[in-house]
């Protein structure tokens, strides 16, 4: 470097830490879940609810029932619509996605949405498997690869930022007394298995050959937060662009299998919806994975004999295990593989690290935070109730409206995720560090299972009582 | 906590033309980004792909072949 070249560098202001509230879909999401949130309440507490924007499809038997619901309804699906386009609209704008390309694709994505939350409704739909999640998944993952999506479409196609939306709106339905009950097991269970996966894929694909940030890269994906966790150690420990691509190919090559499996092994063995759930949320990658796997096994309790607990146990399960036990900690496994690689792993390629304490919340999924203080206002609302007024009156005009707008918000998740997975780009990754993320899984589903089954089956049956 | 090598340079790869931590380039270039994960969010900071090294980075690296963006 010469010195005229330092004569031109621009002074070092680290950018101010206020834009992250408009700059990053996390913050967008705490705005719109707990912007939704503070309108429930507040038209609760003036004696009204948010149901009737908060529209969900009923129960149906023969698709003219269906049909005759779905017409008497349309002002209230239409509004809907308008609402999550403009907010989704006006953030997606700020963070620098037009528009005129966003608009078009969500109200596609929304018109699909509807008829696939409809189908959920249908009273054959557990006789056929048709449950939402898995019939999103299935039909998004046949339209993308049959048929050539214009390229605005991939405007409306924002899984992460529906799924942060719906956790956020989450946190309105789950006690804030179970996180802080159930949490610790959550995080003991999750931290068990977390540094076995990392562990077992980091020594392996040493093994295998691979470099050392590569395999931390891959270890990460398997270990905290799927695509995410990639991402973040990526950057974290300096990978190589390819290394970062092909760990996330691995991450969703295995979510997606894990979409259907997990579910579908859990039924054969009849697990109990706590623990199904907190299997899920340990072995599953991807958050948004996850919440198609959980919601689909909600959806089998009450339909399907053998299968004890009430399905919101399963989301209940799986959030705690995924967002608490799992996610929130991606911070401190940037810090210390950050420190690790800059201090003890040699490089040739003249690139220096510097790591402080501050990655720890500049890593933050700072969604988590909407997701709490979600849970601690409808806890504290809740708290001037009887169970018995609870139930008549909290739980109508209160939980039911967040509970479908969440339900929205992961269907469109859920539809997105099949969108925008080519399955033939999930076939590119080359055989060393397929069988180093392999062997990962292997040691995550199976202690994953038995934490869950076994050590802690009790605190999970629980969970769903 | 502050773990840092001696530097070749003490600017980091935020600042060097080489750098490149725009969500919409990074999801361009690293294919499944969005698919389950997001270039918009939290978790990513300031990271970015460097065109030189062809590496994914944190903005606080440093490195010798810094060279500034130009000034407009």
Redesign the interface.
Known sequence: MTAKTLALAPQNNPTPWWRELYQKEDWWSIWIGLGLLALAVLLFVAGGSLKWIAVAPAKWHALPDLGQQLLANLPRYFALFVLLGVLFSIALKTLGIATRQFLPAFALIFSAATLIFALGQWDQADHYNLEPPLVALALGLLITNTLKLPEWFGAGLRVEFYVKVGIVLLGATLPFTLIIWAGPVAIGQAAIVSLSTFFTIFTVGKRLGLDRRFAATLGAGGAVCGVSGSIAIAGAVGAKKEEASISITLVIFWAIIFIFALPLIARALQLPTGVAGAWIGTSEFADAAGFAAAQTYAGYAGHIPGISGHGEAAINAYTLMKVIGRDVWIGIWALVLSIIATTRWTSDTGIEGQAGTGEIWRRFPKFVLGFLLASITVTLIARGYSYADYSKQVVPQLVTPVKNLRTWAFILSFFSIGLTTRLAELTRASARPFYAFSAGVVVNVILGFILSTQVFVGFWTALGQ | ?????S???????A?CRYFDN???ALEA??????????????????????SR??????G??????????P?T
């Open positions: 906590m502050n773990a840092k090598l530097g070749a340079t003490q600017i980091r790869c600042d725009t969500p919409r270039a690293v294919p499944g980004l969005r698919v389950m994960g997001s270039a918009y969010s939290s978790v990513r900071s300031g990271d970015g792909l460097c090294h062809e590496r994914y980075l944190s606080e690296h440093r490195c010798a072949l810094f060279e500034s963006t000034l």
